[in-house]
């Protein structure tokens, strides 16, 4: 086999929600002959092992491979799946993300024109319980969609078009293996309890990197998933500590244009 995508998912102790992941992928109309899905797992404690495998058993045609990265954060586990991705076109997702059944197709599609680089798509929430009405506030809407960065949630409007990088986000993000290895993967992004501080900007450093490189990148409506916000999202210390983190991250992109700016 020689797959044209390589799905890698990252995960850490969410072995339920990984088995959902894997659920919807081994659905997509793709053929499975032209993907294969890489769990990078970070050191579980559950049954994430035992998961994923029962899943390739289920599943024997869909190429679902198990490795585990033990450096401390989320990307040292997606560089561990890139190395062992055997596709041109990476297709990150999180774990508690559930692919609609068309994304992959939808992938191949944007691909096949060789000037794009970069690609994703619709995070749609898939809530535990019904959201309380001051959530509302976190989301800026407009007249095509919503983008709501304390869940992870977008929707640029139902046409494919032309996007900037920044649009598209780690939990549904797509990029060419080559383009991803020239431009020096993920920047640090999420660490580990007692490592918080230490986290850098992820796929927006990675975006950044795109754009400064002129490189094209395309939102596709059905490079789709749905991103399940649990009940304990809807309490003020989530997003205390969702901004706490997100302050850290802003301050790693503002050393890193600093001293872009001391260079040139």
């Known amino acids: 086999m020689n797959p044209s995508i390589s799905v890698i998912i990252t995960t850490l102790n969410r072995c339920e929600d990984l088995g959902l992941t894997l659920d919807h992928l081994a659905r997509q109309t793709l053929h499975p002959d032209e993907f294969e899905v890489i769990v990078a797992d970070g050191g579980s404690s559950d049954a994430t092992r035992s998961t994923v495998l029962a899943k390739a058993r289920e599943y024997p045609a869909h190429h679902i491979h198990f490795i585990v990265e033990l450096a401390p954060g989320v990307t040292a586990a997606r560089h561990c799946g890139v190395r062992e991705a055997k596709g041109s076109v990476l297709v990150f997702i999180e774990d508690d993300a559930r692919a609609g059944s068309r994304s992959l197709e939808a992938v191949k599609e ?15 929430p898939a809530y535990d319980t019904p959201p309380p009405l001051w959530l509302e506030v976190f989301f ?51 660490m580990p309890p007692g490592l918080k501080e230490f986290q850098g900007d992820g796929e927006t450093g990675l975006a950044r990197k795109v754009a400064n490189a002129g490189l094209r990148a395309v939102y596709h409506p059905e490079i789709l998933v749905e991103h399940r916000i649990q009940k304990d999202r809807f309490d003020v210390s989530y997003f205390e500590k969702r901004w706490r983190f997100q302050g850290i991250s802003d301050s790693f992109t503002a050393e890193m244009e600093n001293e872009l700016d001391e260079i040139a």
């Not at 690609?119 to 749609?124: K, P, V």
């Not at 990029?175 to 992004?189: A, V």
């Open 110 to 124: 944007v691909f096949q024109e060789p000037d794009v680089h970069m690609a994703g798509g619709r995070c749609l």
């Open 140 to 190: 800026d809407r407009t007249a095509n969609g919503f983008t709501c960065g304390s869940l992870s949630l977008i929707d640029l409007g139902p046409l494919k078009k032309d996007t900037s990088p920044s649009n598209i986000w780690a939990l549904n993000l797509c990029i060419r293996k080559e383009t991803l290895l020239r431009l020096g993967g993920f920047n640090p992004d999420l």
